[in-house]
Protein backbone atom coordinates (compact mmCIF):
# COMPACT_ATOMS: atom_id res chain seq x y z
CA UNK A 1 0.00 0.00 0.00
CA UNK A 2 2.64 2.29 0.99
CA UNK A 3 4.53 1.70 -2.63
CA UNK A 4 1.28 2.64 -4.23
CA UNK A 5 0.96 5.96 -2.17
CA UNK A 6 4.57 7.10 -3.06
CA UNK A 7 3.80 6.36 -6.77
CA UNK A 8 0.99 8.25 -6.55
CA UNK A 9 2.62 11.05 -4.75
CA UNK A 10 5.35 11.10 -7.37
CA UNK A 11 2.87 11.81 -10.52
CA UNK A 12 1.17 14.34 -8.15
CA UNK A 13 4.50 16.06 -8.23
CA UNK A 14 5.14 15.49 -12.04
CA UNK A 15 1.40 16.52 -13.03
CA UNK A 16 1.67 19.74 -10.69
CA UNK A 17 5.29 20.33 -12.64
CA UNK A 18 4.31 19.88 -16.01
CA UNK A 19 0.83 22.50 -15.34
CA UNK A 20 3.44 24.78 -13.74
CA UNK A 21 5.29 25.02 -16.42
CA UNK A 22 2.63 25.49 -19.01
CA UNK A 23 1.72 28.56 -16.81
CA UNK A 24 4.95 30.16 -15.93
CA UNK A 25 4.15 33.50 -13.91
CA UNK A 26 5.67 36.69 -15.07
CA UNK A 27 7.10 38.81 -12.57
CA UNK A 28 6.70 38.02 -8.97
CA UNK A 29 4.19 38.56 -6.39
CA UNK A 30 2.70 41.85 -5.74
CA UNK A 31 1.38 43.50 -2.17
CA UNK A 32 -2.07 44.81 -2.52
CA UNK A 33 -4.29 45.17 0.05
CA UNK A 34 -8.36 44.40 0.19
CA UNK A 35 -8.95 48.49 -0.51
CA UNK A 36 -6.65 48.47 -3.37
CA UNK A 37 -7.61 45.05 -4.82
CA UNK A 38 -10.31 44.95 -7.44
CA UNK A 39 -10.95 41.46 -8.70
CA UNK A 40 -10.90 39.00 -5.87
CA UNK A 41 -10.79 35.03 -6.24
CA UNK A 42 -12.11 32.99 -3.09
CA UNK A 43 -11.74 29.30 -2.62
CA UNK A 44 -13.39 27.80 0.25
CA UNK A 45 -15.10 24.73 1.61
CA UNK A 46 -18.80 25.35 0.68
CA UNK A 47 -19.73 21.34 2.10
CA UNK A 48 -20.73 23.26 5.95
CA UNK A 49 -23.71 25.60 5.54
CA UNK A 50 -22.48 27.94 8.71
CA UNK A 51 -18.98 27.75 6.67
CA UNK A 52 -20.76 28.94 3.50
CA UNK A 53 -22.82 31.46 5.18
CA UNK A 54 -19.66 33.21 6.75
CA UNK A 55 -17.89 33.06 3.09
CA UNK A 56 -21.13 34.79 1.49
CA UNK A 57 -21.73 37.34 3.96
CA UNK A 58 -17.39 38.45 3.37
CA UNK A 59 -18.45 38.74 0.45
CA UNK A 60 -21.46 40.76 0.31
CA UNK A 61 -19.71 43.20 3.09
CA UNK A 62 -16.95 44.02 0.41
CA UNK A 63 -19.06 43.91 -2.83
CA UNK A 64 -20.52 47.06 -1.30
CA UNK A 65 -16.89 48.77 -1.92
CA UNK A 66 -17.04 47.99 -5.72
CA UNK A 67 -15.12 44.63 -5.29
CA UNK A 68 -15.49 41.92 -7.88
CA UNK A 69 -15.63 38.20 -6.61
CA UNK A 70 -15.28 35.09 -8.66
CA UNK A 71 -16.02 32.42 -5.95
CA UNK A 72 -14.96 29.09 -5.94
CA UNK A 73 -16.67 26.84 -3.20
CA UNK A 74 -15.94 22.41 -2.87
CA UNK A 75 -18.76 20.29 -1.56
CA UNK A 76 -17.13 17.01 -0.20
CA UNK A 77 -19.77 14.78 -1.98
CA UNK A 78 -20.46 13.49 -5.20
CA UNK A 79 -23.81 15.23 -5.75
CA UNK A 80 -24.33 18.28 -8.17
CA UNK A 81 -26.82 21.02 -6.25
CA UNK A 82 -27.02 23.95 -9.21
CA UNK A 83 -28.66 25.79 -6.56
CA UNK A 84 -26.17 28.49 -5.44
CA UNK A 85 -24.91 31.65 -6.54
CA UNK A 86 -21.24 30.63 -7.09
CA UNK A 87 -19.37 28.24 -9.21
CA UNK A 88 -18.29 25.02 -7.11
CA UNK A 89 -17.03 21.64 -7.78
CA UNK A 90 -17.06 18.12 -6.14
CA UNK A 91 -15.47 15.05 -5.50
CA UNK A 92 -16.30 14.02 -9.27
CA UNK A 93 -14.01 17.07 -9.89
CA UNK A 94 -10.98 15.60 -8.60
CA UNK A 95 -8.48 13.42 -10.59
CA UNK A 96 -6.93 10.06 -9.09
CA UNK A 97 -4.35 12.33 -8.29
CA UNK A 98 -6.22 14.18 -5.83
CA UNK A 99 -5.85 17.42 -8.55
CA UNK A 100 -9.24 19.51 -9.04
CA UNK A 101 -10.42 19.32 -13.29
CA UNK A 102 -13.47 20.21 -15.08
CA UNK A 103 -14.85 22.91 -16.78
CA UNK A 104 -15.52 25.16 -13.74
CA UNK A 105 -12.59 24.58 -12.26
CA UNK A 106 -10.57 25.52 -15.58
CA UNK A 107 -12.76 28.68 -16.14
CA UNK A 108 -11.30 29.82 -12.40
CA UNK A 109 -8.32 29.18 -13.17
CA UNK A 110 -8.34 31.47 -16.55
CA UNK A 111 -9.24 34.48 -14.90
CA UNK A 112 -6.85 36.94 -13.26
CA UNK A 113 -7.29 38.30 -9.90
CA UNK A 114 -5.53 40.96 -8.10
CA UNK A 115 -6.31 38.97 -4.91
CA UNK A 116 -6.97 35.25 -4.23
CA UNK A 117 -8.30 33.99 -0.91
CA UNK A 118 -8.64 30.72 0.56
CA UNK A 119 -11.12 31.07 3.25
CA UNK A 120 -10.46 28.42 5.87
CA UNK A 121 -8.56 27.86 8.95
CA UNK A 122 -6.91 24.93 7.38
CA UNK A 123 -4.91 23.59 4.27
CA UNK A 124 -5.75 20.97 2.14
CA UNK A 125 -3.71 19.58 -1.20
CA UNK A 126 -6.71 20.34 -3.43
CA UNK A 127 -7.27 24.07 -2.41
CA UNK A 128 -3.19 24.34 -2.35
CA UNK A 129 -2.73 23.34 -6.33
CA UNK A 130 -5.72 25.42 -7.29
CA UNK A 131 -3.79 28.32 -5.71
CA UNK A 132 -0.42 27.56 -7.26
CA UNK A 133 -1.98 27.61 -10.72
CA UNK A 134 -4.01 30.13 -10.52
CA UNK A 135 -3.07 33.91 -11.96
CA UNK A 136 -3.28 35.85 -8.94
CA UNK A 137 -0.92 39.17 -8.10
CA UNK A 138 -1.33 37.64 -3.84
CA UNK A 139 -2.35 34.85 -2.96
CA UNK A 140 -3.30 34.14 0.63
CA UNK A 141 -4.42 31.29 2.68
CA UNK A 142 -3.81 28.99 5.84
CA UNK A 143 -0.41 27.25 6.35
CA UNK A 144 0.23 25.02 3.18
CA UNK A 145 0.31 21.41 3.80
CA UNK A 146 2.84 20.18 0.86
CA UNK A 147 3.10 22.94 -1.95
CA UNK A 148 4.39 26.47 -1.91
CA UNK A 149 0.55 27.58 -2.66
CA UNK A 150 0.45 31.16 -0.77
CA UNK A 151 2.28 34.05 -0.55
CA UNK A 152 0.92 34.98 2.74
CA UNK A 153 -0.06 32.17 5.20
CA UNK A 154 -2.65 33.51 8.00
CA UNK A 155 -2.64 30.90 10.81
CA UNK A 156 -5.43 30.74 13.91
CA UNK A 157 -6.07 27.59 16.00
CA UNK A 158 -8.97 25.28 13.90
CA UNK A 159 -10.49 25.83 17.08
CA UNK A 160 -10.70 29.64 16.69
CA UNK A 161 -12.77 29.35 13.13
CA UNK A 162 -13.23 30.79 10.14
CA UNK A 163 -14.64 33.77 11.12
CA UNK A 164 -11.33 34.52 13.68
CA UNK A 165 -9.41 33.86 10.09
CA UNK A 166 -11.41 36.00 8.44
CA UNK A 167 -10.74 38.36 10.98
CA UNK A 168 -6.90 38.35 11.05
CA UNK A 169 -6.62 38.27 7.34
CA UNK A 170 -8.73 41.40 7.00
CA UNK A 171 -6.76 42.93 9.80
CA UNK A 172 -3.14 42.39 8.16
CA UNK A 173 -4.63 43.36 4.58
CA UNK A 174 -6.36 46.33 5.82
CA UNK A 175 -2.80 47.56 7.33
CA UNK A 176 -0.15 46.13 4.25
CA UNK A 177 0.78 48.35 1.81
CA UNK A 178 -1.44 51.33 3.05
CA UNK A 179 -0.42 54.76 1.30
CA UNK A 180 0.88 57.49 3.48
CA UNK A 181 -2.41 59.42 2.98
CA UNK A 182 -4.44 56.94 4.16
CA UNK A 183 -2.40 55.97 7.93
Not at 134 to 157: C, H, Q, S, W
Request: with cysteine; net charge positive; glycine share 4%.
Amino acid sequence: MRLIQSIKAKFFELALKKKMKARQKQGTAKVVNLETARKIGLLFDATDINQRKLVLDFVDKWNKRQKQFRLLGFFDSKLKDDNFTFDQFNQNDINWLNIPKGDTVAAFLAEEFDLLIHLNTQSNVRMECLSLLANATLKIGPPALRLPAYDFMIEVPASAGLRQFIQQMEHFLQHINKSPSHA
